[in-house]
C-alpha cells in the first residue's frame, strides 16, 4: 500500500488549507480513511475519519472547521481544514484502516501544516 499526503505547508491564523491523501495498492472503498496529526514530544492524535458510509467523526478541537471527505472513484481521501489556528500547526497523517486486530493498518509520509502570523 502506498498514501502520499500533499497540500501542507504556511498559513496564516485564520487561513485554509486542503490536504489530500492519494491511495494505491489497496482496495480503497472498503477502508475507513483518517486524518491524524502529531506535534513534537506527543502521541498522534486522531483529527477525523471516515468510514465506508461516508458517516464521519472528528475530534472536539477541530469540529465544525475541519471536514473529511472521500472520492473512491479517485482512490483519495481530503481534509478541508478552515479557520485555522496556530494549535493546528503539526504533521498531518493519512490512515487507512480496516479496523481489524489482524489486518494492518497503513500510513502515509505526513504532511507539514504550519499555522504562524
Known amino acids: 500500500a502506498q498514501l502520499v499526503e500533499s497540500g501542507g505547508g504556511w498559513v496564516q491564523p485564520g487561513g485554509s488549507l486542503r490536504l489530500s491523501c492519494a491511495v494505491s495498492?489497496?482496495?480503497?472503498?472498503?477502508?475507513?480513511m483518517a486524518w491524524y496529526r502529531q506535534t513534537p514530544g506527543n502521541e498522534r492524535e486522531l483529527v477525523a475519519r471516515i468510514n465506508t458510509a461516508e458517516r464521519t467523526n472528528y475530534a472536539d478541537p477541530v469540529k465544525g472547521r475541519f471536514t473529511i471527505s472521500r472520492d473512491n472513484a479517485k482512490n483519495s481521501v481530503y481534509l478541508q481544514m478552515n479557520s485555522l489556528k496556530s494549535e493546528d500547526t503539526a504533521i498531518y497523517y493519512c490512515?487507512?484502516?480496516?479496523?481489524?486486530?489482524?489486518?494492518?493498518?497503513?500510513w502515509g509520509q505526513g504532511t507539514q501544516v504550519t499555522v504562524s502570523s
Open positions: 490512515n487507512a484502516d480496516l479496523e481489524s486486530d489482524v489486518l494492518p493498518s497503513f
Open positions: 495498492g489497496i482496495p480503497f472503498s472498503i477502508y475507513v
